[in-house]
């Protein structure tokens, strides 16, 4: 069983930035992935990295988030910047299987824009 810890969320204004953390406890063999729910609605991948370091994004955060990894750590990243309302939610990682976290998640961090 693999385990996340997501951390970084914040209130921040519109135009902001901030550093999402997750700390990834156990063995990861394939592409980790930053997902994101909105209330009461399904979560959502926004961001994928490979194990050789290839990034994919969503077209919502393209641009403005970027997703890396620090392999001896064990952890993944996402900066985001230029920041808006509409990115509020809570931001969740995992293990990729199928285009969908592979683990349990995490208790996720929330990021909350404000105008």
């Known amino acids: 069983q693999v385990q996340f810890v997501e951390s970084g969320g914040n209130l921040v204004q519109s135009g902001g930035s901030l550093r999402l953390s997750c700390e990834v406890s156990?063995?990861?063999?394939?592409?980790m992935g930053w997902f994101r729910q909105f209330p009461g609605k399904q979560r959502e991948r926004i961001a994928v990295?490979?194990?050789?370091?290839?990034?994919y994004y969503d077209t919502s955060v393209q641009y403005r988030f970027t997703i890396s990894r620090d392999s001896a750590k064990n952890t993944v990243f996402l900066q985001m910047t230029d920041l808006k309302p509409e990115d509020t939610a809570v931001y969740y990682c995992n293990e990729m299987l199928g285009g969908q976290g592979r683990w349990s998640w995490g208790q996720g961090t929330q990021v909350t824009v404000s105008s």
């Open positions: 156990g063995r990861i063999s394939t592409a």
């Open positions: 990295i490979t194990p050789a370091g290839n990034t």
